[in-house]
């Protein structure tokens, strides 16, 4: 009763509306869940939490070369990977896997900076597995739990000349509306999905 009171005057001190700081405290619950592809082969979808450095080292070095140069996400040291991690656990960001029936982590996923207006999404997949359906179960976990938490719009960029993803991201709902470089001169196009208008079958 005293906290609620206490939000209440910071609230009003502060300008901002009660919910708006009762939802700063919240962190994203993401319920583990199992999904099966064509194939028949089930595969469990969960936070990453504590103890999934390693997993996700290894996902970046089972990675073709291609697919690395396509999806940077963040830096892969173990020191950064630990911030990653601990982001996820602490609730900065909310990152899933998709782990195989042996624990292997084969798919990965995030919408950095969750509380931020405009999270930014990211996806990959093992070369092995795509096209067959991981991913957009990933994407359409990230896209539930951003609708979920009231979220407006999620951004992404994506490299010009990957067409596969940009038609994939376009089906969801996803539209071109900028450009970026990162400091390899590589060239991105900034996407946006509002929400209300994501394409989640």
């Given at each position: 009763?005293?906290?609620?009171?206490?939000?209440?005057i910071?609230?009003r001190?502060?300008?901002?509306?009660?919910k708006?700081?009762?939802?700063?405290?919240k962190?994203?619950?993401?319920?583990?869940i199992?999904?099966?592809?064509?194939?028949?082969?089930?595969y469990s979808?969960r936070s990453?939490g504590?103890?999934?450095?390693?997993k996700?080292?290894?996902f970046?070095?089972?990675?073709?070369?291609?697919?690395k140069?396509l999806f940077?996400?963040?830096?892969?040291?173990?020191?950064?990977l630990?911030?990653?991690?601990?982001?996820?656990?602490?609730?900065?960001?909310?990152?899933?896997?998709?782990?195989d029936?042996?624990?292997q982590?084969?798919g990965?996923a995030?919408l950095q900076?969750y509380?931020?207006?405009?999270?930014?999404?990211?996806i990959?997949?093992?070369?092995?597995?795509?096209?067959?359906g991981?991913?957009?179960g990933l994407?359409?976990?990230?896209l539930?739990?951003?609708?979920?938490a009231?979220?407006?719009l999620?951004?992404l960029?994506?490299?010009k000349?990957?067409?596969r993803?940009?038609?994939?991201?376009?089906k969801?709902?996803?539209?071109i509306?900028?450009?970026?470089?990162?400091?390899?001169?590589r060239?991105y196009?900034?996407m946006?999905?509002?929400?209300?208008?994501?394409?989640?079958?």
């Open positions: 009763m005293l906290l609620r009171a206490l939000k209440s910071v609230a001190i502060l300008g901002f509306p009660i708006m700081m009762t939802r700063l405290n962190r994203p619950r993401f319920e583990a199992s999904i099966e592809l064509s194939g028949k082969e089930i979808i990453i504590p103890g999934d450095e390693n996700l080292h290894e970046r070095n089972k990675l073709s070369d291609e697919a140069s940077e996400g963040h830096h892969w040291d173990f020191r950064s630990r911030r990653v991690v601990a982001s996820s656990v602490k609730g900065d960001d909310l990152r899933l896997g998709a782990f029936k042996s624990g982590l084969v990965y995030f900076n509380w931020a207006a405009v999270p930014v999404l990211g990959a997949i093992l070369d092995s597995l795509q096209n067959k991981l991913g957009r994407m359409r976990c990230l539930v739990e951003a609708i979920k009231n979220k407006r999620v951004r960029t994506v490299i000349d990957n067409a993803a940009i038609g994939l991201y376009q969801y709902g996803f539209k509306i900028g450009q970026t470089a990162d400091e390899k001169q060239e196009h900034v946006s999905l509002d929400l209300k208008e994501a394409v989640l079958e």
